[in-house]
């Protein structure tokens, strides 16, 4: 996995600037050195201060909110402000049940009821506890003050299809006062997925609340429980309207939710036809993902696709090619406008890029010119998504051999972990980066 790793003096910042402050504040009780002592801390406090404005814009400028939260995503990976390394990621941990005694769980029920400072590490202790928690955790949902009903809930999302015994219980308490509280039901419910078949004529009814966020969970709530099962008519036809909803993200979970109930769901591919060119540019996103996952049942929808191409954005390049590649397309017509935004795209547009070359593999062959040249920028992620595309070539990736050699002694750790992998596929040997010679500059096609 590529994850930014953002220089520690911005990191830190917030840390020079306490210092700065509290070495200037010692000026008091050392008056013999007052003046160094209160330059020192003051440049110190400065720099803090500089770095965290600094950082502060950066973000602001370059912060993408999603369902998850909000994620930065940085221009110029090569800077030294932020860059691009190759980590391993550790196995995902299967959770187990902690062996909670009842009157452990019931020790927690009345730390969430009683002591605020501590409910949350309860409710953690809690959702250990799985199934047999249950019994104990429904009744906090009558508590007078919502923040014991909302640990209840976000206990109960955690849980998931092992909460199937309290969809009765959640489907009495949906319609909390309390807007968050509210929400995190409905979560709950499409958490536990199949089980809460019997919830979905509710969760229909709250498609047509005046909070978007309860009808942006009600749609994904429907969308999990529906997975793999019958869908009624009038819920197909409630999600539908949700397509003409003024708020985006509606709209958006809505065509998410509609595009994943599959066959369920009469005229589909004319449906996400006419949302190719919706001024809700997510919206378009989403349709033309979707249907490039439609594979050869969306030949349709070609022309539509082309037509997008035509827009100056590059992750609708990228998108839009992704999509007609999937359906059958020729690749090499679709190779220019990949690479374009690989090399000039953001982060996430590069990102995407890679995974379109992964799907080309060896119909990428070429590109291989322009892997070469995007060895030798400045940018760390361009040369990273160079190195990646070469080694999707396969065989046909021998005859870089020579800038696959250049590429160990890379700066970027990523670059020479692949470098170094895709030599050893080649069966070529690994020599000392001192000992490589700088590749001959290609020419331009």
């Avoid at 770095?51 to 369902?67: A, F, G």
């Avoid at 007609?324 to 090499?332: A, F, K, N, S």
């Avoid at 690479?339 to 799907?359: Q, R, S």
């Avoid at 250049?406 to 690994?430: F, N």
């Amino acid at each position: 996995m590529y994850q930014p790793q953002i220089n520690p003096l911005l990191k830190y910042s917030r840390y020079i600037l306490c210092s700065g402050f509290l070495i200037a504040f010692m000026a008091y009780l050392v008056p013999f050195y007052s003046l160094y002592i209160i330059v020192t801390g003051t440049a110190i406090f400065m720099v803090g201060f500089i770095l965290q404005i600094y950082m502060y814009r950066l973000m602001s400028k370059y912060r993408v909110k999603t369902s998850l939260g909000v994620d930065y995503l940085f221009p110029e990976l090569d800077s030294w402000i932020v860059s691009a390394d190759f980590v391993a990621m550790p196995e995902e941990v299967i959770p187990t049940e902690a062996d909670l005694s009842e009157e452990e769980i019931q020790a927690y029920i009345q730390l969430i009821q009683l002591r605020k400072r501590k409910r949350n590490e309860a409710a953690s202790q809690l959702a250990l506890a799985g199934r047999k928690a249950i019994p104990y955790v429904l009744p906090l949902f009558q508590e007078e003050h919502p923040d014991p009903r909302l640990k209840a809930a976000l206990i109960m999302r955690h849980l998931g299809p092992r909460a199937a015994k309290a969809v009765p219980t959640l489907l009495e308490v949906i319609d909390d006062s309390d807007l968050t509280v509210h929400a995190q039901i409905i979560c709950a419910l499409g958490r536990i997925g199949s089980a809460a078949r019997e919830a979905i004529p509710v969760l229909v009814d709250q498609l047509s609340n005046e909070n978007d966020d309860i009808r942006v969970c009600a749609a994904v709530a429907i969308g999990r429980i529906s997975n793999g099962g019958k869908v009624q008519a009038d819920t197909i036809k409630a999600l539908e309207t949700l397509l003409e909803d003024p708020v985006p993200s509606v709209q958006t979970a809505g065509l998410v939710t509609l595009t994943g109930l599959g066959e369920k769901v009469p005229n589909q591919l004319e449906l996400l036809i006419s949302k190719l060119r919706d001024p809700n540019a997510v919206l378009a996103l989403l349709a033309t993902e979707r249907l490039g996952l439609m594979k050869e049942g969306a030949k349709d929808a070609i022309p539509d696709l082309i037509e997008a191409l035509k827009t100056n954005h590059p992750i609708i390049h990228v998108k839009v090619s992704h999509a007609l590649y999937r359906i059958g397309y020729d690749p090499l017509a679709l190779l220019r406008p990949i690479l374009t935004a690989a090399k000039n795209g953001e982060i996430y547009v590069k990102m995407e890029a890679l995974e379109i070359l992964k799907d080309f593999g060896p119909d990428a062959e070429p590109a291989i010119q322009a892997y070469v040249r995007m060895l030798g920028d400045k940018n760390t992620l361009t040369r990273v998504v160079a190195i990646r595309g070469i080694s999707f070539l396969g065989e046909k990736a021998r005859p870089l051999v020579p800038q696959l050699r250049r590429a160990l002694a890379d700066p970027a750790k990523a670059v020479r972990y692949h470098a170094e992998k895709i030599l050893t596929g080649l069966g070529e040997p690994l020599e000392e980066p001192a000992q490589l010679e700088a590749p001959e500059a290609s020419e331009e096609d």
